[in-house]
């Protein structure tokens, strides 16, 4: 909540808040503790990469990028830094 929109409502209306925010995050923490450990299923693949070329897609793909990129070589795209 903006600093805002948090100075415009009453005291009692913050410990509300706080209280309904706290009975949430205590409830998501129980769920969580009643799903036990996790466990990561890892995949392994004999081959992990694409290679270029082996699907005549990927040629079609690249030509379509680049005709609608702005900015552009002949092997790049030229990105601009978003400044900040």
Same mark, same amino acid.
């Given at each position: =909540?903006?600093? #805002?929109?948090?100075?415009?409502? %009453?005291?009692? @209306?913050?410990? *509300? ?5 706290k $009975?949430? =995050?205590?409830? #998501?923490?129980?769920?969580?503790? %009643?799903?036990? @450990?996790?466990? *990561?299923?890892?995949i392994?693949?004999? $081959?992990?990469?694409?290679e ?5 897609k ?27």
């Open positions: =909540m903006s600093d #805002f929109l948090w100075h415009k409502i %009453s005291e009692k @209306e913050r410990e *509300e808040i706080k209280k309904q925010a $009975k949430i =995050m205590d409830s #998501f923490s129980k769920k969580l503790l %009643s799903l036990g @450990e996790l466990k *990561e299923n890892f392994e693949r004999d $081959k992990s990469e694409r270029e070329g082996e699907n005549e990927v040629g079609i793909d690249r030509k379509i990028m680049f005709e609608n990129a702005p900015h552009k070589n002949k092997d790049f795209i030229i990105a601009e830094k978003k400044k900040w």
